[in-house]
């Protein structure tokens, strides 16, 4: 189906929570002399045995006046198998032969240093990286001059990625400032086959024929729609971030209608509100998938992802540094007409998994759809019931009302109009702002 004929598809001071284990990628370099050591090892290493000077914030130990280094998930979109996508020319459901792609990342955290995971989780052969890199986006797909750095997989520019696994860079030193947007670009020299990717962002990305991981200009670069290759960049971050929120939900949460290459979606507006919080705060996570589903996937259409249950692992519980998930699906469900009860019993389920993480969970309400191609009286009865359970059963940690923030104070049903992108079901920018601003900050910082 068409974006405008699927379900949710999209073309587009206070304590902080504690955590009972681990989780995210390898276990995680400490800063102070450890990371001076290892960064200046790999960039000389990496860039023809001269290593730059490491910056004064990652030298020294740990003392009365410092906090230790945090490495969180400052970007991790969700992956999917790559599929032909009838309306988008992305090369997924191709692969990349003797290519470069570069993905555009708006990170939601700063730091002093950077690593990148390549994926090749949906691949169906071992994935060969002939060169990786990352930088601060100058503009389009050119790079700040200075900040390129060639990224290496213990010690090595290449790495071989087996079907179904990941692979995580070494650490480099690269000063990122929050809300900023990195490049990252891998290149492939030979076959992949179908590519792991994440297809409906809005935001441009960019593709080269051969190897230009490495180079700083745009030269050679066309525009390609999709996240293809790279899941997640972890930042070791200023001293305030504490950990990081995941965002686990559907095309409202992926990319909706919002403005391309804006970042205007939902989870974007949060992380600025947390950015600019005083004290300890988070970043953010989006781990939405346009068109997904929290119990069943979508047969045939690959390109929206496994359901939620399916991915709680991968896309939530394994993001460096989480320390809290707010859940926000259903709607696709809704429109298939799953009975409430299911829907509830498959959310009852998520916060048992999420709970036994040591994690606490937020749950979203379902936004109004009145008038769009879902509305049915049945499906409203199923989003009347779904609503009601989230808010009055206590089985969530906290409750955001999406719902209320966004609907038409004349028809609770419908989305406001000052809210409504125009096909009654996805807001539009105004719209996710105000999602943002449903989320009590100070609830979710106290969990």
């Known amino acids: 189906m068409r974006p405008s004929e699927n379900h949710t598809g999209s073309s587009n001071s206070a304590a902080p929570v504690r955590r009972t284990r681990s989780a995210g990628w390898t276990a995680a370099i400490s800063g102070g002399a450890v990371l001076a050591i290892t960064v200046a090892a790999t960039l000389a290493a990496t860039n023809g045995g001269a290593a730059p000077p490491v910056p004064a914030a990652a030298t020294g130990p740990a003392g009365p006046d410092r906090h230790p280094a945090t490495w969180v998930a400052a970007w991790a979109p969700s992956p999917v198998?790559?599929?032909?996508?009838?309306?988008?020319?992305?090369?997924?459901?191709?692969?990349?032969?003797?290519?470069?792609?570069?993905?555009?990342?708006?990170?939601?955290?700063?730091?002093r240093a950077v690593r990148v995971r390549i994926t090749n989780t949906f691949g169906t052969r071992e994935l060969t990286v002939g060169r990786a890199s990352v930088a601060v986006q100058h503009?389009?797909?050119?790079?700040?001059?200075?900040?390129?750095?060639v990224l290496t997989f213990g010690g090595s520019h290449e790495v071989t990625v087996a079907?179904?696994?990941?692979?995580?860079?070494?650490?480099?030193?690269?000063?990122?400032?929050?809300?900023?947007?990195?490049?990252?670009?891998?290149?492939?020299?030979?076959?992949?086959?179908?590519?792991?990717?994440?297809?409906?962002?809005?935001?441009?990305n960019h593709l080269a024929a051969g190897d230009r991981a490495a180079a700083p200009t745009a030269d050679g670069y066309a525009d390609t729609p999709c996240w293809m290759l790279v899941d997640g960049i972890d930042v070791q971050a200023d001293p305030r971030?504490?950990?990081?929120?995941?965002?686990?939900?559907?095309?409202?949460?992926?990319?909706?209608?919002?403005?391309?290459?804006?970042?205007?979606?939902?989870?974007?507006?949060?992380?600025?509100?947390?950015?600019?919080?005083?004290?300890?705060?988070?970043?953010?996570?989006?781990?939405?998938?346009?068109?997904?589903?929290?119990?069943?996937?979508?047969?045939?259409?690959?390109?929206?992802?496994?359901?939620?249950?399916?991915?709680?692992?991968?896309?939530?519980?394994?993001?460096?540094?989480?320390?809290?998930?707010?859940?926000?699906?259903?709607?696709?469900d809704i429109g298939y007409s799953a009975p409430a009860a299911d829907i509830i019993a498959g959310y009852r389920q998520v916060i048992a998994q999420t709970r036994a993480q040591g994690l606490p969970i937020l749950g979203g309400t379902v936004p109004p759809f009145g008038g769009s191609f879902l509305d049915t009286p049945e499906r409203q009865e199923i989003w009347r019931d779904v609503n009601h359970w989230i808010r009055t059963s206590g089985a969530?940690?906290?409750?955001?009302?999406f719902a209320a923030a966004l609907a038409d104070p004349a028809d609770p049903t419908r989305l406001a109009t000052?809210?409504?992108?125009?096909?009654?079901?996805?807001?539009?920018?105004?719209?996710?702002?105000?999602?943002?601003?449903?989320?009590?900050?100070?609830?979710?910082?106290?969990?």
């Open 241 to 332: 971030v504490v950990g990081s929120v995941v965002a686990l939900g559907d095309s409202i949460t992926d990319t909706g209608n919002t403005t391309g290459n804006a970042n205007r979606r939902w989870p974007d507006y949060l992380a600025r509100r947390l950015h600019d919080q005083r004290g300890p705060t988070l970043s953010v996570v989006n781990a939405g998938l346009g068109g997904n589903r929290l119990l069943a996937p979508r047969d045939g259409e690959p390109y929206w992802g496994v359901p939620a249950l399916a991915r709680l692992e991968r896309d939530v519980y394994a993001q460096t540094g989480v320390r809290a998930v707010i859940l926000l699906e259903g709607t696709n």
């Open 418 to 447: 000052a809210y409504d992108s125009g096909d009654h079901l996805h807001p539009n920018d105004a719209g996710c702002a105000a999602m943002a601003d449903a989320v009590d900050l100070g609830a979710l910082l106290r969990r």
């Open 163 to 204: 079907a179904g696994g990941r692979a995580l860079s070494d650490p480099v030193p690269l000063r990122v400032a929050a809300l900023s947007t990195l490049l990252v670009s891998v290149y492939v020299p030979e076959p992949t086959g179908p590519v792991t990717n994440h297809p409906f962002t809005a935001q441009g």
């Open 81 to 111: 198998e790559g599929s032909t996508i009838p309306w988008s020319d992305c090369p997924a459901g191709d692969g990349l032969t003797n290519q470069t792609v570069r993905n555009v990342a708006f990170v939601s955290a700063g730091g």
């Open 139 to 149: 503009d389009g797909a050119s790079a700040v001059p200075g900040s390129m750095r």
């Open 396 to 401: 969530f940690d906290g409750v955001i009302d």
